[in-house]
């Protein structure tokens, strides 16, 4: 067998997929190094192997918007995570001598102030805190659920398949915010938990359905076949053998599924079915927008409905990003 | 086709059956009962049982049926065109419905009319002049019409036309809240009072409309039948908007089935937003008032078209491309 330099991209990180680059010749000893990629590759005269993994972020650091919305959503996390926890209650200290400060006319107030004499910056950030968990967490849920279930129907078929079929063919054919409302309703006050829980739960189809496909396409595939003709169990070849290579596309369609769930939280908070008011989010600060809007105090919607969209085009951006890097033969 | 329509009608049917069973147990096990909404306390004890008895929720001597019994009570009622009682209105659902069915419809429709009108030729555009700059700003506009949620467009658009410009010396702007008295019978006005609420529900769907037609047209100007019809000799709009577009525009039917949920979910805020008595509005008030019976009524009504645009989708599909059979 000729020396094939090792393809750059492809299921080289993939578990098992290296060995077959080999010859005969090879011993035990350069096969270890072969399996540890850069170790002593260079005796072989190639090029020191990149993983797949390893391919992908140099791809997506290659990509010039990508990662500069990566950085501008990192300053957007960190920030949230850590200012709250230096200014700690700043965000519901109620000022009642300075309502309705405007905005970059002094450090201590640096974004005006609100109806109610609070720190518009604090609450932007705290607010941010919300979303993103929300996003986070709904997302978790989504992989865990859909993820999950996806995973059985697109492996096993059956009456399973045909459950999670129907089941998305109500919730695609129901309004989803009035789905989530209701449900939020239902089970009774509006909490964070609720309704991280609600939108986990209805929202998780759509991972689902890809996970689906993706299973059906892997499992009639020769690697699975080779798997279970040397005895693996069904529960092996779904972790070890499918789920790495159905990966990309979830992690495409996950990080997509948060922007969707920073939206969709702040319409419900909008709404008044997220996180009750003491605790601001990005979406209850914009629910007396008519109020500020005829009253000039257009600042107190600006603000928060362009951290809104900022931190969404972010994610979608950081999104498509993953994307290009995943699967290069895609563009 | 006979039989797959009969099918799909079933499947429809069996689909909004779920559907109900399943919201009717979620705004029943909800605390709080319909009386407790918007009601004088004073009230008089048989009053309320005569109320609660008369939304089907109780008997005679205001013992609570229980709920599967109640559900079969709504879905008698349901099966002859009555969906209950709204709890806040003294008024039925279906008529609450039917009052603001056609101003949605009206705003909806338009909204979509225009999605197409302008979505589709900007993605043909893109798609014909690939990585030109008119390609580039095509992709950048609907990469951040994808990203903004039609509520928050609403707000923006409200800002810069209602306050910002009539503010400005022009002394001008787009009206800001719901429909001229007038009516549909004053159509100049109501044009000048859908602008904005139409323009905030269209920009998403352009986005994903003229995204979807650039890949859609796309992946077919790349096969070889239409390499084909270039070599011998055809020119370049021939090809074009001739071979390339029929088959690219195919799956667009498909698409606006799929649209239709997702401009009645931003309609119901975008309504609430710019004071459109519409049904959206309907539920943005059942939403905040809690009001049950209405929220179902606007969800049942939603699915059923859902259900039936997917079905026409499907049906017109078949008809407009004699490649697929069901």
């Known amino acids: ?331 | 086709m006979t039989f797959y329509l009969i099918r799909r009608v079933a499947i429809g049917i069996l689909l909004l059956f779920l559907m109900s069973a399943m919201f009717f147990t979620l705004t029943r096990v909800t605390p709080g009962r319909p009386i407790t909404v918007g009601e004088n306390p004073k009230i008089h004890q048989s009053v309320i049982n005569l109320r609660l008895h008369r939304l089907g929720l109780t008997d005679e001597q205001g013992n609570s049926y229980p709920i599967p019994q109640q559900y079969v009570l709504y879905l008698g009622a349901l099966l002859h065109g009555d969906l209950g009682d709204s709890y806040l209105n003294n008024e039925k659902v279906t008529t609450l419905l039917m009052q603001r069915l056609p101003n949605s419809l009206l705003l909806l429709g338009v909204a979509l009319l225009v999605a197409l009108a302008i979505g589709i030729p900007l993605g043909i555009f893109a798609a014909t002049r690939q990585y030109s700059k008119l390609d580039i700003t095509t992709s950048l506009v609907s990469y951040i019409g994808v990203s903004i949620p039609s509520f928050v467009l609403g707000i923006y658009l409200l800002l810069i036309f209602g306050v910002i410009l009539k503010q400005s010396p022009l002394h001008w702007g787009f009206p800001l809240f719901g429909m001229h008295t007038g009516g549909v019978d004053d159509p100049i006005d109501l044009l000048y009072h859908m602008v904005l609420p139409v323009t905030s529900l269209a920009i998403l769907q352009i986005a994903i409309f003229s995204r979807f037609m650039r890949a859609s047209m796309l992946e077919v100007l790349h096969q070889d039948y239409i390499r084909t019809a270039r070599a011998k000799g055809l020119s370049l709009e021939k090809v074009n908007y001739k071979h390339a577009l029929r088959n690219a525009i195919l799956p667009i039917i498909t698409l606006v089935a799929i649209a239709i949920p997702q401009i009645v979910n931003g309609a119901i805020i975008t309504e609430g937003i710019f004071s459109w008595p519409g049904t959206g509005q309907l539920a943005f008030q059942a939403v905040v008032t809690r009001d049950y019976p209405v929220i179902l009524g606007v969800v049942m009504l939603v699915a059923a078209g859902t259900i039936l645009f997917n079905l026409i989708a499907d049906v017109t599909y078949a008809i407009a491309d004699p490649r697929i059979r069901y």
């Open chain 1, 1 to 331: 067998m000729a020396q094939v330099p090792p393809l750059p991209i492809g299921p080289a990180g993939v578990p098992g997929a290296v060995p077959d680059q080999l010859s005969v010749e090879t011993t035990v000893q350069q096969e270890r190094d072969l399996a540890q990629p850069g170790a002593r590759a260079d005796e072989f005269g190639v090029a020191p192997e990149l993983g797949f993994w390893r391919l992908a972020v140099i791809r997506f650091l290659h990509h010039r918007v990508a990662t500069g919305a990566l950085i501008i959503l990192s300053i957007i996390v960190l920030s949230a995570i850590i200012v709250p926890i230096i200014t700690g209650d700043l965000y519901r200290i109620q000022d009642y001598r300075h309502p309705f400060k405007p905005p970059f006319q002094s450090l201590q107030h640096l974004l005006g102030t609100d109806d109610l004499g609070r720190d518009e910056l604090a609450r932007l950030l705290r607010g941010a805190r919300v979303s993103i968990m929300v996003g986070v967490l709904a997302v978790v849920g989504y992989l865990l659920i859909g993820g999950t279930l996806g995973a059985l129907a697109g492996y096993y078929g059956g009456w399973l398949d045909n459950a999670l079929m129907r089941f998305t063919d109500i919730i695609i054919s129901a309004p989803f915010l009035l789905v989530v409302i209701a449900v939020t309703a239902a089970t009774g006050g509006v909490r964070l938990t609720t309704v991280i829980i609600v939108i986990a739960a209805t929202g998780w189809y759509e991972i689902g359905r890809l996970m689906r496909a993706q299973f059906l396409v892997l499992r009639e595939q020769e690697f699975v076949q080779a798997a279970r003709a040397l005895g693996a169990s069904n529960a092996r070849i779904i972790v070890r053998h499918i789920l790495p290579n159905a990966l990309a596309p979830i992690i495409v369609s996950a990080t997509l599924g948060v922007s969707g769930i920073v939206l969709l939280e702040a319409a419900l908070g909008f709404l008044g079915y997220s996180i009750p008011p003491p605790e601001p989010s990005w979406g209850n600060m914009l629910q007396n927008f008519e109020q500020y809007l005829l009253d000039d105090q257009a600042y107190l919607v600006v603000f928060p409905a362009t951290a809104l969209v900022v931190t969404a085009l972010c994610i979608n951006l950081v999104g498509d990003g993953i994307r290009d890097a995943l699967d290069p033969r895609q563009r």
